[in-house]
Structures are given as structure tokens and as C-alpha cells.
DNA sequence: CAATCGACTTAACGGCGTTAAGTTAACGGC
DNA sequence: GCCGTTAACTTAACGCCGTTAAGTCGATTG
């Protein structure tokens, strides 16, 4: 059998450690500091006896990610949960979730959302499709209930979705850190906080919840002007 | 001096031939493609010559892409000049302007968006901090003039910004093309449709013009349910 | 007992970014 | 007119990378 030295080894016992050292290389050191080679050490054995495991590198770090996400459906269900089916809140409650676990497991989301590879991993092979499906249930479920206009829940969705994405995908440009955007705003600094902050915005609009005709009004009239 | 064969050249020619040869072969391959031999190789001279214009690979990458973006202040202001000052159409103008550059020039925001380098290129150096000035300018008139409602300015510029930025995220992601996401909606397929609908969201937020301080008094009641 | 096969190993290839050291042509001062 | 300096390169090489080829070796099986 396999180990020499690593004396209780048994059979899947070294790709799971393939996969353990990937997952704690890849979250040390990013992409770039997961080498096959540096894999291979950790484990104790040598960088081509992965590939014995697994194609390439490429199909590696695809299962370390999609290991990573097992418990992504599971961390926005069970935020889902503490919330009334039906309600806002719930669909707040997704959205402030796919934030929380995205940050917390910013390695997977760096990966998943690289935009350099020429293949993109399939993302919609995540459970749940990425969450998608769990929130557009939110989403059907709030219009159902009034608690939500009634529109294409999949134009909902993405509106949703693009919106929280994009303050995940500025955060993690910004490396959480010292990005002056984040200060320019006196209270809501951490992404979390100006998520929150969003909710006004979101539910009532941009033009307000008193002023909505009038200020339609005269954003018709003003565009008219020139 | 330095040309052999390309007899023309003068102070100078070398380094604009070595952005311009780094800056197709970003835009043809991505920046995997984009290797200091390649680079070398079209220019027609040898791979360590770039190192006498050039630090090293990111310091060129950096100035290419920081050329790309030199159109980038020009556009979303030409944008902006089609609308008149304080409207809310305006500030949807640069919305789409940045959308459309970045999907007409993505090579650049793909590198600047870039989720795996350890340093990140400074986002903020940028002409016109990546639009960021323009778009909050737009948004202080809008408030200004009552078509918008009055908000932290930078709130509401976050907001703005991480919508639109999302939704340009998700659709690279996707490489513009074989992402369902786009087919689930029937209408707005194309990342800038989407923008589009997006609009009665953004200006009325997803409780209703008329429904909404009954929609929110609903939700309230649905979140104290359970 | 021999053949097979899984689970590895070492050696090597080509490509990458980058460094070191050498070459060559132009130029400025004496 | 020569000479040291310097800019603008060159070739060679280093160490890392992903990956392939070929070999080893113990356990399993006919």
C-alpha cells in the first residue's frame, strides 16, 4: 500500500490530504501560492502522485471549492430560517448571508469569481445554484405574501444579486482594507454596514418613499431640459 | 541606437511598440497570455529588454492598463453631457457608460478586478478615481434639484456603484455568453438590458411606488411572525 | 509462482518571470 | 582623435511552475 512513513494511511486517506493542504494553501497563500509542488510537500509525497487523484490542477482546486461551498446552501438556510417565509427580512436575510459567508470564505469567492481563466468553472454546479434558487424562492415567496412588488422574480433576483455581489466584489478588491471608499462614509465602514445601510435604498428607492411622484415628476422634467 | 531591422526608430518607439504589443496580447489572450517572450517576441526584440523600460511584468501591465483607462474619464462625461445637470437620468447615464466601457474594453477590468494578486493596482489612480467622482458629482446634483432623495451622497454613490459593478461582475463571470442566468429572464438578456430594468427598481426600490408604505408595514409584520 | 496492477517515484520538458554578465554603438570632455 | 561613460540592448542562466514519461515496488490474483 501507500505510506511509508505516515504509518496509519488508508485507501482515500492521501486524497483527502491532497485536498485538506490544497484547501489550507489555497486560503494561506491564494491561487498563486497553491503549486502542486507546495501541495505535495505538505502531504509527504511527491507532486505527481496527485495527479493520480486528480487531472490536474485545475480539476483540483475546482474540488477544494466546491468542497468549500457544501456548506454555503446550508449557512444561507439556515439565515433564511430565522425570518417568516414571506417576509423581506428573509430576503435581506440571503442576501446578507451570501455576504457574511462570502467574506468569511473570501479564498473560494476569489476563485470562483477569478476573472482571468478561459474556462470558468461551471458556478451554477454550486448546491442550490450558488444560493440563486434559494433566493428566488425568498423573492416568489414576498410577492406572494405583498411584501414585495410584483416583477419577473428572475429580473428581482438578479437586481438583488448584482447589487450584493458588487459590494462583495469591490470589498474584495479593495482587500477589506485600506480602501478609501469605505471611510468616505461616515457611519456603515465594513461591507456589512453598508449593506445594512442599503436597506432603505432598496425597499423604498432611490427617489424616496414621500417624494416618489413628485420627484418621478420632475426627474422627467429635468431630463427634458437640455 | 537600438534598431537593427526596424530601421525608423527613435527615442521612445521601443516603449510605446512594448505597450502596445502587451496591450493586444492582453486584449487577444488575457493576462495568461501575456508573457514578457510573447510581448518581446512581437516587438521584435529580447525578453529582458522590456526590463529597461519597464520594473518588471506588473509595472507594465500597470501602465497598459492605466492607458486603457485613460478614455474611461472622457466616455462616462460625454455620457453625463447628454443629460441634463440634476437629473436622475444623468446619473443612470454614467450607470451605463461605465457598464458599456467595461464590456466594450473588459481586458482592462479584468485586470484591475482581478481577485488574485496580492497587491492590487490602486484602484483609486485612476483618472477621475474610476468614475467615482463623476457618478458622486451627478448624484449631489440629482439631490440638489430633488430628483433624488437625500441621502449620504457616498451611500448612495456605494449603492450605485456596487448595482452596476455587480451586474458587470456577474456577466464576465458568465464570459457574456452560456450563463442561464441571462436566458431566465425573457426579456433583458443582454447585461445592458438588465441595466435597463433594473430602472423601475432602483427608482421606486422593490416595495412599489404605491405599495410602499404599505408594503412596508406588511413586511414589519411579517418579520415579527416567527 | 508468475503476471498484473495500483500507488507511487525520479527525471525531464517546455514555459514562466527575473537576474547577471557581456556587447555594442553613441556621446561628451579633453 | 581618442577615451571613459552610458544607454540600449544581447545571451545565458536560475528557480519556479504545470505536466508527461518511464520506472519501481509491494500487494493481489489467477
Not at 462570502?102 to 479564498?107: F, G, K
Not at 405583498?146 to 416583477?151: D, K, N, P
Not at 462583495?168 to 482594507?177: D, N
Not at 462614509?185 to 425597499?203: D, K, N, S, W, Y
Amino acid at each position: 500500500m501507500a505510506g511509508r512513513e505516515n504509518a496509519g494511511s488508508r485507501s482515500g486517506d492521501v486524497e483527502r490530504a491532497i485536498l485538506e493542504a490544497a484547501r489550507d494553501l489555497l486560503a494561506e497563500k491564494g491561487l498563486q501560492g497553491l503549486s502542486m509542488r507546495t501541495v505535495a510537500e505538505r502531504v509527504g509525497v511527491s507532486a505527481t502522485a496527485i495527479y493520480h487523484y486528480f487531472e490536474n490542477k485545475e480539476e483540483l482546486v475546482e474540488r477544494v471549492v466546491q468542497q468549500g461551498f457544501l456548506r454555503f446552501g446550508e449557512y444561507i438556510e439556515q439565515a433564511m430560517r430565522a425570518h417568516s417565509r414571506g417576509s423581506l427580512e428573509r430576503v435581506r436575510a440571503v442576501g446578507e448571508a451570501y455576504l457574511q459567508f462570502a467574506l468569511e470564505n473570501h479564498a473560494y469567492f476569489r476563485v470562483l469569481f477569478n476573472l482571468q481563466r478561459p474556462h470558468p468553472h461551471a458556478i451554477e454546479d454550486l448546491p442550490e445554484g450558488g444560493g440563486y434558487g434559494l433566493l428566488r424562492q425568498a423573492v416568489v415567496d414576498a410577492m406572494d405574501s405583498g411584501a414585495m412588488r410584483t416583477v419577473d422574480p428572475d429580473l428581482m433576483v438578479m437586481y438583488l444579486w448584482s447589487l450584493t455581489h458588487g459590494l462583495l466584489m469591490i470589498s474584495l478588491a479593495c482587500q477589506l482594507e485600506h480602501c478609501p471608499e469605505f471611510r468616505a462614509t461616515p457611519e456603515a465602514r465594513t461591507p456589512l454596514e453598508m449593506f445594512h445601510a442599503f436597506g432603505p435604498l432598496v425597499r423604498e428607492g432611490v427617489l424616496g418613499a414621500a417624494a416618489a411622484t413628485a420627484g418621478a415628476a420632475a426627474s422627467d422634467r429635468a431630463a427634458g431640459e437640455e
